[in-house]
């Protein structure tokens, strides 16, 4: 048997100089406004994963209100997505993850951001794919507000 899962995130730009994609630092003229280090990419991936297993969403497995996820890296998240999803008895058939920002540029990070999620999943690389898109201007996104990620998961029985 195989199951499927989505997941959408959106974090604000805020003060910094870097943002966190896939569990990589991407440099960037802002930061972003979160709990945790506000990686949308994972908490979308997360939030695919544990649909798929139908066991909530990332918010109630690390709740916002409890300080001991205060600046968390959101690798921890994925990798306890990924425990739960192999105690399920699974494995990640493939990844499927868009950005959504005017800036900054993805594309010259996501083969690291490509690599840190296989790892964190213990899957090949040839099982993540990281993708980005502006919306044109048009939008939160596009008048450079904050930054959106959707993701895709198929997991297979191990
Ligand atoms: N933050 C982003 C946004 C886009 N890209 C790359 O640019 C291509 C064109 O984007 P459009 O929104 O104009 O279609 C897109 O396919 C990505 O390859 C990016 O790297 N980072
Ligand atoms: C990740 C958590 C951790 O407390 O907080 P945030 O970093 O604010 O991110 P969000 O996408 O709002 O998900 C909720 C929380 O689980």
Request: hydrophobic letters at 45%.
């Amino acid at each position: 048997m195989m199951r499927i899962g989505q997941g959408f995130d959106v974090h604000a730009f805020g003060d910094g100089d870097h943002i966190m994609l896939g569990g990589v630092r991407v440099p960037h003229s802002q930061g972003v406004v979160a709990h945790s280090d506000g990686d949308v990419a994972i908490h979308a991936l997360c939030d695919a994963i544990f649909g798929a297993l139908a066991l909530g969403d990332i918010g109630r497995h690390f709740p916002p209100s409890q300080e001991r996820w205060r600046d968390a890296e959101s690798r921890i998240f994925l990798r306890h997505a990924a425990t739960l999803m192999r105690e399920q008895g699974y494995a990640i058939g493939n990844v499927d993850i868009t950005v959504i920002c005017e800036l900054p540029k993805v594309g010259p990070h996501a083969q690291a951001m490509r690599e840190c999620i296989a790892e964190e999943l213990s899957c090949e690389v040839d099982r993540v794919s990281v993708k980005a898109t502006t919306t044109e201007k048009l939008g939160f996104t596009g008048r450079g507000e904050g930054i959106a990620a959707q993701a895709c998961v198929l997991l297979v029985l191990a």
